[in-house]
């Protein structure tokens, strides 16, 4: 959002605006100055909220704020449907054969359920700050609704996750939101409404239209979000390709060619990756054994899941569970009055 100087568009002149022809030099300075603080602004409203490292809740249940003081090598992430906006920073996702790098002037946009690996820029001095704001079915279809009633939009190809620049009247929707949190009547009052402005932003962004395609679950895309959003509803379910091939009305190579156009990996490969990933949340979060965890998933046989976890994420079961609670605890928010 900051812009370099060596980038600065020619000066404005008065004409411009009906004047006399006398340039400004001074324009681009001023607005470049003026993001810069609306940054800061940001960063500090965030960091009153999200004091420790780890996830930090707020009373909005769909807004979750992240702080990471340290870098991060690639790790096995999956996400749900969500909106990722950070403050300070950088991540990159891998997925498949694409880097996706979003910061302070890139956003990620998740649609669909996904897995990827993900890797964090962050120090002690500068830690990375974010938010996620997980996508609700509901207000996007409205959302969708309405725009679809007046934008005449070129078909676009959908896709699953994207970044996508930053521009000025998000960055303003999200400081508002930020400035709301630090309020609990606020919050309550006024978030609602501007979590669905963030969305609406989105969706009206320069990938929006691509976002808008992959959310209508019309087409093969829309098909294959079907059988993720089964996958993901019952983790512990008997379910084989075989299954979700005939309630997404493919055959199964047919199934096999579109899943894995979508996400990047196999539907046996997803299903595994889904069922590892909740059974770590459950260790984590609900200290859970692993035996229990691994059965809640779907596993039958424990020392499988040892092994495939142990395979999948780099350390046993305990191991990575004992690490998710120190780096990744879950807390309130430290909501003061904030000048």
Do not use: W
């Amino acid at each position: 959002m900051h812009m370099p100087m060596h980038l600065l568009p020619n000066p404005i002149k008065a004409q411009d605006f009906g004047g006399d022809e006398v340039e400004n030099h001074g324009s681009f300075l001023f607005i470049s100055e003026f993001e810069g603080a609306s940054v800061k602004r940001m960063i500090a409203l965030h960091q009153q909220l999200a004091q420790a490292e780890g996830y930090t809740l707020t009373v909005l249940d769909d807004v979750r704020l992240t702080r990471s003081n340290c870098s991060t090598t690639k790790t096995p992430a999956m996400s749900d449907p969500c909106i990722a906006i950070v403050l300070q920073g950088r991540k990159r996702a891998y997925f498949g054969n694409d880097v996706l790098e979003f910061d302070a002037e890139h956003y990620l946009v998740v649609a669909v359920p996904m897995p990827f690996t993900s890797a964090t820029e962050a120090t002690e001095e500068e830690p990375f700050l974010g938010l996620s704001i997980r996508v609700d079915r509901t207000t996007l279809a409205d959302l969708m609704f309405a725009i679809d009633q007046t934008q005449n939009d070129l078909p676009a190809m959908p896709k699953g996750m994207m970044t996508t620049r930053m521009d000025e009247r998000l960055s303003e929707t999200v400081q508002r939101l930020l400035e709301a949190l630090n309020s609990p009547l606020e919050a309550r009052v006024l978030g609602p409404g501007i979590v669905r402005e963030i969305c609406y932003r989105v969706l009206m962004g320069e990938q929006g239209a691509a976002m808008r395609a992959a959310l209508t679950s019309q087409g093969q895309f829309g098909r294959i979000a079907k059988a993720l959003r089964r996958i993901h509803a019952d983790y512990a379910a008997d379910i084989d390709v075989g299954t979700l091939a005939a309630e997404a009305s493919m055959s199964v190579p047919a199934f096999h060619v579109h899943f894995k156009a979508v996400t990047q990996c196999s539907p046996i490969q997803y299903l595994k990756s889904a069922r590892l990933h909740q059974a770590r949340l459950l260790m984590a979060r609900n200290d859970m054994t692993a035996q229990a965890a691994s059965a809640q998933v779907g596993y039958e046989s424990p020392s499988q899941f040892s092994r495939e976890f142990k395979r999948y994420f780099g350390r046993s079961p305990g191991e990575e569970a004992s690490a998710m609670r120190r780096h990744l605890m879950v807390r309130p928010a430290q909501m003061t009055s904030f000048p």
